[in-house]
Structures are given as C-alpha cells and as structure tokens.
C-alpha cells in the first residue's frame, strides 16, 4: 500500500486505473460466467471478491490517497465491486436453479411404485393355541412340563403299561430310532429309542421327578409313521394332563374338561366320555365336547346341517381316563394312597374344528397366507 501523498494521482496508480479496475472486472465476470457449479463459482468468488482479490486489494489502495483523491478511486472501484457483485448473485441463482432442476429431476420419488411392505413375523396358530391352553391350565395351579422328543421306549412305552408284545404298540405307528431288539441296545440292558408317539411319557417323567400332589400339563410335539395328507401329520402336537392327588375322580377328571372347553369354546359348553382303552388309564374313555358351533341343534334337522360336528352335536376332543394304578406303581407313587387322572388331544385336530381348517398340510407349509388370518399375536 502507498503512503499518504498530496500530489497523488490514482490514475498514476498502478491498480486503480480505469483499464485495470475494467480489466478485474472483465475477469471476474468471465470467471462468473465460466463456473459450471455452485463450487466453482464459489471458486471464483474467493479469486475475484475475496479479501485478496486483485479487487479487494485495489479498494484498499483508496484508504492511502489523498482526500480529493478518494472520491474519485472510490465511485470507480466501488462501482465495479458492486457490479461484481450483482454478477455474482445472478450467476449464483442461476447455478441454484439449475442444481434445483437436477435434483428434482435426478432423485424424483415416483409416488406410484409399489412400496416394499415388511411385515412384523408372528407365531403360529398352533404354538398360540396351545399357550392358550397351558394358560387355563396355569390359571388352575397346574404347571407346565415338558420331556424330549427322543424318547426311552421304557417311557413312551413300557411305563405306561404296554407291555412288549402289546399290539398298541404296533398301534401307535411308531419311529423307532433304535429298537429294544438291536444287539447293543440288548447287550446294555437298554430300551429302544422311538420318536415320542404322544405327550404321556411326560406323566412318567413327572410322577419320577415330583412328590405328589402333582398337576401337570405337557404340551408338545409328537411322532407318528403318517403320510402327510389333508388329515394326517407325521408330525402334530398334542397337550396332556396329569393330576395327581388324594382322592381323586373321574368327577374332577370331567369337571376340569368342563372347565377347559368353556374357557375356550364359550360357557356353557359341557363334555361327555364314551369307553375306550388305554394300556396307562382304567377306567379309560373318549372325551368328546359339545358343538360349541350348533350345541346340539342340527342333530336330527336336515335342514340346518352343522359343518362342524357333521350334524353330530359332539366333537371328539381326545383320549382320558384315570391313572392306571400299575403306572402309579412303576413312578413310585402309592396307589392306595393316590389316585389321578389324565387327558390328552390333538392341537392339530382342535385348530382344524376351531377355525374350520380344511386341510392338515397348511398347518405344515408355513405360509403366512395361511397364518395371517389368525392375526399377528407375538
Ligand atoms: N396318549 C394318548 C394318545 O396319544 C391319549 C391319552 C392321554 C389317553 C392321556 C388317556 C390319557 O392316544
């Protein structure tokens, strides 16, 4: 910067003359003009009006002229630092609006598109099913047990009364993973290992492990030598019920069925047992429900045919009876001091008759269109 000088001419002033300032100006615009983005402009902008542009450094020379000097410099450089300005901002929204118009059109939204619904998973009908049985259960004092599903023959089997040649046995259509027979399983003194063909040896292992009064529900899956068809699952699940205690019925035995569908199928709706046999109870019997659809009401009348009971008015829930006592014997409990009852049934066949499923292979498949409709209980 010069020093104070009273013969001072700007013109004589090297970056204040009228061809310079024009020059700075003529730059800058042609710099404005050649910035293809905002960043180059912004380039430009430090060149050409920042604090060490040729413009800037010229402003300052002024502060060093003498005062009839300065008016003149100052309306020159001034002026040109304002039209400098102007420049850029017009340059500058024009780079606005074509960075504007590009993003608008490179990162549009076609609202159209159909959009990635994720749905939340859920569990299946049967594992809600079955919960909400434990949960009767439960509310009752009884307690959840469970056993594996690769099971001891001596459980599944012999300590529940089916002695070996037992045609039950062949009945139960079982998977044997390794039969009493086999040379090694003789050789150890072992029993066989079969796929679990119902819930009952969870009874013996619960009568082993706990000292009566025993109130036990065993929900879980079980193995039979089925083909899978539209009524048949190799593979289903089953919930049973132990009680064991001091005195003991078949009173209390159907009064806690009674209890059971009512809490399910709606009030009101009562039980009945019909004979049957069970190696592991005596007396043994089928449980049947009242239709919870029809109660009763299409039995006899043609003309309002129930699909859920077959116009039947009953529905066969599953196998009960009381404790055989020569279980009781086999676990360790004293028969003449203890009596219980059991109960046991099929998930698969109560989801079929509850919601009216038609066929036993969608509660396999895992198709959530068949799942949905049950809703999305977690
Ligand atoms: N375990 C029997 C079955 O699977 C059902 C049953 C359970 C029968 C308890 C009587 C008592 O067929």
């Not at 005062?67 to 929204?93: F, M, W």
């Not at 003449?336 to 509850?354: C, V």
């Amino acid at each position: 910067m010069s020093a104070p000088n009273k013969s001072y001419d700007p013109v004589e002033v090297e970056a204040l003359k009228p061809e310079e300032i024009a020059r700075m100006r003529d730059e800058a615009l042609a710099a404005f003009a050649a910035a293809g983005d905002l960043a180059a402009l912004h380039e430009a902008k430090i060149a050409h009006i920042g604090d060490r542009s040729p413009l800037a450094l010229a402003n300052r020379e002024i502060g060093a002229l003498p005062p009839h000097a300065k008016a003149d410099a100052g309306k020159r450089v001034g002026g040109t630092r304002a039209e400098v300005g102007r420049a850029l901002a017009t340059r500058q929204e024009e780079l606005e609006a074509e960075r504007d118009a590009r993003v608008l059109v490179e990162e549009a939204v076609d609202v159209t598109l159909p959009g990635d619904r994720i749905t939340p998973g859920a569990r299946h009908p049967l594992t809600t099913l079955s919960e909400r049985i434990e949960d009767i259960f439960v509310a009752m004092g009884y307690e959840v047990a469970e056993g594996p599903e690769v099971e001891a023959e001596w459980f599944n089997f012999d300590a529940l009364n089916f002695t070996p040649d037992h045609p039950a046995r062949a009945m139960q259509d079982t998977f044997f993973v390794r039969s009493a027979g086999a040379a090694d399983a003789a050789a150890e003194g072992e029993s066989g290992v079969v796929l679990r063909t119902h819930t009952s040896p969870v009874q013996v292992r619960s009568m082993l492990d706990r000292e009566p009064p025993i109130y036990v529900v065993c929900p879980g899956r079980v193995y039979r030598t089925d083909e899978l068809d539209a009524t048949h699952t190799p593979v289903f699940h089953q919930v049973e019920l132990l009680a064991i205690d001091e005195g003991l019925t078949m009173a209390d035995l159907k009064g806690t069925m009674d209890h059971m569908v009512s809490a399910l199928f709606g009030e009101g709706v009562s039980t009945r047992v019909r004979p049957n046999y069970f190696p592991f109870t005596e007396p043994s019997a089928e449980m049947d429900m009242q239709c919870y659809v029809c109660r009763g009401a299409s039995v006899g009348d043609p003309d309002h045919p129930c699909r859920t009971c077959s116009s039947e008015g009953w529905i066969e829930l599953g196998g009960c009876g009381m404790v055989n006592p020569r279980v009781l014997i086999a676990c360790g409990i004293d028969p003449e001091k203890y009596s219980g009852f059991a109960f046991g049934f099929g998930i698969e066949r109560m989801l079929m008759f509850r919601h009216n499923v038609e066929d036993m292979r969608d509660m396999v498949e895992g198709d959530v269109r068949f799942t949905r409709p049950f809703g999305m209980e977690i």
